[in-house]
């Protein structure tokens, strides 16, 4: 035998679900250090095994590439690890939080921030938000934020709304809104209003380290090898991320979006000043794209549509941009050699990104910009065939279906795409994210657009090789073949012979990053 032939790790006896161009399904596997360096049958994959080889016998379950979350807010996930968790059915109704925050204020120093996330007043027994009444009362001594579940708005008591100096702003801000009753502020606070509240709540570099490594292992449990990291808090996320790759608290690879919760336009246009652009850093940690946020979110609903809510006659969402703010950024970032990425939801906000692309493009032609669109959701013919010809790359959250799609029933009636979550606006799991785009069923049992799922390998191949294009990596990574990083995923069952409606049970029974095994359950 030729000592030098032998792995570390060999896979036998399973469904190898390669994601390569041909769809190839293999026997086994075998790693030597950090890459993959056979994919085959059982019976060739023999002579790579040796004394000191790994061999797992997989038993006819599912060898897939390690997942990418192509849109994930990871030092937001861990602060809300650090917070009290008021989703439903976690909380039912507004007592319920009341109780929850009166339980952490009796253990919480007076004048220190208690932080919440999570809940959903259109699934709350009263319907509606938590104000700052409701939050006085069982917490009169310490500031407290409560964002909701879609991270675009959160209610605030008293004393956060005195650090803020919103009583003595009476006036909306532009692109936010600050809801108030015969002038006096609720405490609910909407989009750029919301976000300005995080300079007032602002986490330290040392929580959003010990958030991230709480992150780190649950999403390697869920099989998630790569992160195109969303943004949140600007600087000192980044300071963050890089002190969390040193000290080797993050086993996942990181994608980071240049983007901020707070003066996001002043923060991009630093980077784009600075000379360097998308893709510095190495296979750990490297820069993502510009990212600019233009309108709300799906389910709040704040998104920007060209006609009103189904929910709402009157109401259009919220912009939060100007066209000639987004004309300006992609130009500018297009130029500076960034691949360039915006939030939108709603149909206007999807055209004014499209436009502002184009304009781009036609001023200064870039064959393989791979410029995207994060979310993506409400886009009619005409724009799905505009996108498909600049070349743009749509990152749609499946997932969004499970959680929210009940909703959107009531609020609206009824290329290649990156899989995500936008975790932790709902659920990280990327199986369950697959799921839904292969059965499109909600929570509840309701289905959506039946005419728009996808097969089993279509989704698989959103959630690895799609979101490794994303971030112009698919050659060392998203699919299983020879030279690739040994980024990969045991599953508990057979992904091509469990029935679909089943797929949202599969468990993850070990992840390997790297060619070492980071998770086994």
């Not at 009166?102 to 921030?113: C, R």
């Not at 010990?210 to 992150?215: F, P, Q, S, T």
């Not at 309108?295 to 709040?300: A, F, K, L, P, Q």
Request: proline letters at 3%; one cysteine or more; hydrophobic letters at 40%.
């Amino acid at each position: 035998m030729d000592l030098n032939n032998r792995a570390d790790i060999v896979f036998l006896n399973g469904s190898v679900l390669t994601v390569d161009k041909q769809e190839n399904v293999a026997e086994a596997l075998a790693v030597k250090e950090n890459k993959i360096v056979f994919v085959g049958t059982s019976a060739d994959a023999q002579s790579f095994t040796g004394g000191e080889t790994k061999v797992i016998d997989l038993n006819g379950r599912s060898l897939v590439p390690g997942f990418i979350d192509s849109h994930l807010h990871m030092a937001l996930k861990g602060a809300n690890e650090l917070a009290i968790d008021c989703r439903y059915p976690n909380v039912k109704n507004i007592e319920d939080i009341k109780r929850l925050i009166k339980e952490t204020a009796e253990k919480t120093p007076k004048g220190k921030w208690i932080r919440g996330w999570g809940y959903d007043q259109s699934k709350l027994e009263e319907k509606r938000h938590p104000n700052r009444w409701d939050l006085d009362e069982v917490a009169p001594d310490n500031p407290v934020m409560i964002s909701r579940v879609c991270a675009h708005m959160s209610t605030h008591n008293s004393i956060s709304i005195e650090l803020a100096g919103i009583e003595d702003d009476p006036l909306a801000l532009d692109g936010g809104i600050i809801d108030r009753i015969n002038g006096v502020a609720t405490g609910v606070m909407k989009e750029n209003a919301h976000m300005n509240m995080m300079k007032v709540a602002a986490l330290n570099i040392d929580e959003i380290v010990e958030g991230l490594d709480i992150a780190d292992k649950k999403l390697i449990s869920e099989g998630i090898t790569s992160v195109h990291d969303s943004g949140g808090y600007g600087k000192v996320q980044m300071k963050a991320f890089q002190k969390a790759v040193e000290k080797n608290k993050l086993s996942v690879r990181l994608y980071t979006m240049i983007f901020a919760f707070v003066d996001n336009i002043q923060f991009v246009n630093d980077y784009i000043d600075m000379g360097i652009y998308t893709n510095f850093g190495n296979e750990k940690f490297k820069l993502g794209p510009i990212k600019i946020m233009i309108d709300g979110s799906s389910s709040g609903p704040t998104a920007a549509t060209f006609e009103p809510y189904k929910s709402r006659k009157d109401d259009c969402g919220i912009l939060s941009m100007t066209q000639e703010q987004v004309d300006d950024i992609v130009m500018r970032a297009h130029l500076a050699g960034y691949q360039v990425t915006a939030h939108t939801i709603g149909d206007k906000a999807v055209t004014m990104m499209v436009d502002a692309i184009d304009k781009a493009l036609t001023a200064n032609p870039k064959k393989d910009h791979r410029h995207r669109i994060e979310h993506c959701c409400m886009v009619n013919d005409e724009l799905i065939n505009r996108i498909k010809a600049l070349g743009i790359i749509p990152i749609p959250q499946p997932i969004f279906l499970y959680e929210f799609g009940d909703g959107y029933m009531v609020n609206y009636g009824g290329i290649i795409a990156a899989g995500s979550s936008d975790c932790p606006v709902t659920f990280s799991d990327p199986l369950l994210g697959m799921h839904l785009a292969v059965n499109r069923v909600t929570q509840t049992g309701q289905a959506i657009s039946q005419n728009e799922r996808v097969t089993v390998k279509e989704a698989l191949r959103m959630h690895t090789y799609n979101g490794a294009y994303a971030s112009f990596e698919e050659n060392i990574k998203g699919s299983l073949e020879i030279g690739k990083l040994a980024d990969m995923v045991v599953l508990s069952d057979s992904l091509l012979k469990i029935p679909s409606d089943r797929i949202k049970d599969i468990k993850v029974d070990m992840t390997v990053i790297d060619g070492n095994i980071v998770y086994e359950r």
